[in-house]
């Protein structure tokens, strides 16, 4: 969004850089909105091609990796499940002395 703000700034500023150079006739006006309208269709031109380019990240678009991820069961984590998950809560009783 900086990069369209920082396009729209350059392309107003070639329109008032225009519209100074121009001298002062009755013309200069059309020229100034010429120039602006051949400012605006290059930069929309431009964001129009990089549009095309990149590609957008869609719902399901990554599913393949998960499903692939979780085709297998992963390996316990800690080294006293023998390839059980381990409950929150501990499952023997401490007893006080």
């Given at each position: 969004m900086r990069l369209l703000h920082a396009w729209l700034l350059?392309?107003?500023s070639a329109a008032?850089?225009?519209?100074?150079a121009v001298p002062s006739a009755p013309?200069?006006?059309a020229l100034v909105g010429i120039a602006?309208?051949?400012?605006?269709?290059?930069?929309?031109?431009?964001?129009?091609?990089?549009a095309v380019g990149?590609?957008?990240?869609?719902?399901g678009a990554r599913a393949r990796q998960h499903r692939?991820?979780?085709?297998?069961m992963p390996a316990p984590q800690h080294p006293r499940t023998a390839g059980?998950?381990?409950?929150?809560?501990?499952?023997q009783s401490i007893t006080v002395t």
């Amino acid at each position: 969004m900086r990069l369209l703000h920082a396009w729209l700034l350059a392309s107003a500023s070639a329109a008032v850089l225009a519209y100074s150079a121009v001298p002062s006739a009755p013309g200069s006006m059309a020229l100034v909105g010429i120039a602006a309208v051949a400012i605006a269709v290059i930069v929309a031109t431009r964001f129009a091609v990089l549009a095309v380019g990149s590609r957008e990240l869609v719902i399901g678009a990554r599913a393949r990796q998960h499903r692939h991820a979780l085709g297998r069961m992963p390996a316990p984590q800690h080294p006293r499940t023998a390839g059980r998950p381990r409950t929150r809560a501990p499952t023997q009783s401490i007893t006080v002395t």
